[in-house]
């Protein structure tokens, strides 16, 4: 009897330890083991599923991540397409007989010496950027040496190719490419891509990607983060040539989405082509059918007027917005947005700070009953965390679509099917407020509930980390690929 009353205690006792384990698993494991270890019951049973905050989070993910009900059935998408050359800057810049000096950022290069001052600036900041080269001899030099350099890759490039080409991925969407799409970028494109003949031209427009890792030194120089600073001397893309034959395809195609991307292009335009070309783009907007949403993918930009101008044309005809923190950041300097006067982030952007940013852009520039504008969706992408901010009663599955818009940053940077817990780590910021402008309520982050939602007067917002890659494979073309993966989870409401 005695020994059947030991067996029964030493049951009920693991059993209630069990519950423990059900109940709170954020319990400390030393305090789980310490507690099962003074009852003298042996060793402690491994707590059920992934014990690492990476684990944990990949798995809440995948339950997240769910198909909208409503699904795109064809995408168009235009108008900046090119073939990337993706190789080491350091070596690149050393074989051009470069040597690191001084870093010193150029809206626009006008030489070698421009090349090597401004990617020394961004290598130290390991911030991406995205430059134009005036002189064309010496861009076709440096393009020559790039694409016959031993180990560099060719790629598919340019936003809307990029954006195309992750849409193409699945194979129950019907995807169309207008950009100046030549006979390497035409090999290179999924055959689940249409080029309509009018897009297709005899030679390819190079891009050259000067890619550096995390810890890389080049003298003096050691690069924070691993990151890419891109150059190009692109004449058909600056122009947005393929605009109006993108437009005129539409009406064949009958998409249900329309992406658009390649204004930061026009940069090398003279200030009267790009009011022009501007004034073009918002008309050709607006001939797309009311109820398809035209999401505006952005990318780095130097020109302040540019970029408020397209705030304040561009962005009403437009439905849907995708950045990262450095055009975030600029384009509040540039239209006078709430924390105009940081010159540049500190570390990791603060999330009450975007979160302030992005509400304001919706606020100012979105749709409202006293405001004629279309936008209502902004998804913002940085290294350890994005947001996805919504304006009320438009967008749906939302949560998941930043769930899976982050997921895809880890596996694509890591060139992985699935997120690899041993090659990922969680950098975000453990606890953060949510604005910084109004009380914001300060949110602590918990790896089981990775996708966190606040309100703000009638404005949604979906926050969630991202699991990076300690060693990426290839850095160009995330951000393309996380707004791809987040329009494709998203579904947009019948009335829009």
């Known amino acids: 009897m005695a020994l059947w009353r030991g067996s029964a205690y030493a049951g009920f006792l693991a059993l209630a330890v069990g519950c423990v384990f059900l109940l709170e698993p954020e319990l400390p494991g030393s305090a789980l083991r310490s507690l099962w270890s003074s009852l003298c019951l042996g060793p402690a049973p491994a707590p059920p599923g992934p014990v690492s905050p990476e684990g944990r989070l ?10 909208p009900v409503r699904r795109w059935r064809r995408v168009a998408v235009g108008v900046n397409a090119c073939v990337d050359v ?15 000096g001084n870093g010193k950022d150029h809206s626009i290069l006008h030489s070698r010496n421009d090349l090597e001052e401004a990617f020394i600036h961004f290598m130290g900041k390991g911030a991406a950027a995205e430059r134009f080269f005036s002189d064309k001899e010496t861009f076709h030099d440096i393009a020559q040496v790039a694409s016959e350099f031993p180990g560099a890759q060719h790629y598919v490039g340019g936003n809307a190719a990029l954006i195309g080409q992750k849409f193409a991925a699945n194979s129950d969407l019907k995807v169309l490419l207008c ?56 004449l058909s893309n600056g122009a947005m040539n393929m605009l109006e034959v993108f437009v005129s395809s539409l009406e064949e195609f009958q998409p249900d989405l329309v992406v658009l991307s390649g204004l930061h292009m026009m940069e090398g ?24 949403p035209v999401h505006l993918e952005l990318a780095s930009m130097t020109n302040r007027e ?44 603060d999330v009450g700070m975007v979160s302030d940013i992005l509400f304001w852009i919706l606020k100012e520039h979105g749709r409202s009953k006293s405001r004629a504008s279309d936008l209502t969706r ?28 982050a997921r895809v940053a880890g596996t694509q940077a890591c060139a992985t099917e699935t997120i690899d817990t041993s090659r990922v780590s969680l950098r975000a910021p453990q606890e953060f407020m949510t604005s910084h402008s109004e009380a914001g309520s300060r949110i602590v982050l918990n790896p089981n509930k990775p996708v966190v939602e ?37 579904e947009v409401h019948p009335h829009y």
């Open 86 to 100: 993706v190789l080491s800057g350091v070596k690149l810049l050393q074989a051009l007989g470069l040597s690191p």
């Open 179 to 234: 950009g100046p799409v030549g006979p390497k970028l035409h090999e290179l494109l999924d055959d689940n891509v249409f080029v309509p003949p009018e897009s297709l031209q005899e030679v390819d427009e190079f891009h050259l990607i000067l890619e550096y890792q995390a810890g890389e030194e080049w003298g003096q120089l050691k690069a924070p983060h691993a990151n890419r600073f891109i150059f190009s001397h692109d």
């Open 454 to 490: 606040w309100h703000r007067e009638g404005i949604s917002f979906h926050f969630t980390p991202v699991l990076v890659c300690k060693d990426p494979i290839r850095t160009v073309g995330l951000g393309d690929a996380i707004s791809a993966e987040g329009l494709f989870y998203s």
């Open 378 to 405: 902004i998804h913002f992408h940085t290294l350890v965390y994005h947001i996805l901010a919504t304006v009320d009663g438009h967008w749906a599955n939302q949560l998941a679509a930043v769930a899976a818009g």
């Open 269 to 292: 335009q003279s200030k009267e082509l790009q009011r022009k070309r501007l004034l073009e783009v918002v008309t050709s907007i607006s001939d797309i059918p009311t109820g398809i």
């Open 306 to 349: 540019l970029m408020s101008s397209i705030v304040h044309q561009v962005f009403p005809a437009v439905t849907s917005l995708g950045l990262n923190e450095q055009e975030l950041l600029f384009l509040t300097q540039s239209a006078s947005g709430p924390h105009s006067s940081l010159s540049s982030w500190n570390g990791v952007p």
């Open 58 to 67: 990949a798995a809440a993910w995948d339950a997240l991540i769910v198909r």
